[in-house]
């Protein structure tokens, strides 16, 4: 499994934009195949924050998640909006291994 949590500072005044780009990105990565978790978080403390968290099965799978339209789309809206570039970090998962307990 391929994991990358992706934080996201936006601007104040925007902060409802990105959420409704980020829940229409969220809509579609959940279509795509190999796709097996993508989570919008926002930060309790700092409203203007974001987490996204996102699974797939392998790299490839996360590859081709940046050449769908549904991202392109995303990518155009909020890149204006964001306070400061994104930040994405890749992982590899620990536990739990197996498919069925995601």
């Known amino acids: 499994m391929f994991i990358s949590c992706v934080t996201v500072y936006v601007k104040e005044n925007?902060?409802?934009?990105?959420?409704?780009?980020?829940?229409?990105?969220?809509?579609?990565?959940?279509?795509?195949?190999?796709n097996m978790r993508f989570d919008v978080l926002q930060c309790i403390d700092n409203p203007a924050r974001f987490l996204l968290y996102e699974a797939y099965e392998n790299e490839e799978a996360s590859k081709a998640?940046?050449?769908?339209?549904?991202?392109?789309?995303?990518?155009?809206?909020?890149?204006?909006?964001?306070?400061?570039?994104?930040?994405?970090i890749p992982h590899r998962v620990i536990a739990p291994k197996n498919r069925d307990q995601w």
């Open 14 to 34: 925007h902060i409802q934009d990105f959420i409704d780009a980020a829940v229409k990105n969220h809509e579609g990565s959940l279509k795509e195949p190999g």
């Open 65 to 88: 998640h940046k050449l769908t339209e549904h991202y392109l789309k995303w990518k155009e809206t909020v890149d204006p909006v964001m306070a400061k570039p994104r930040e994405g």
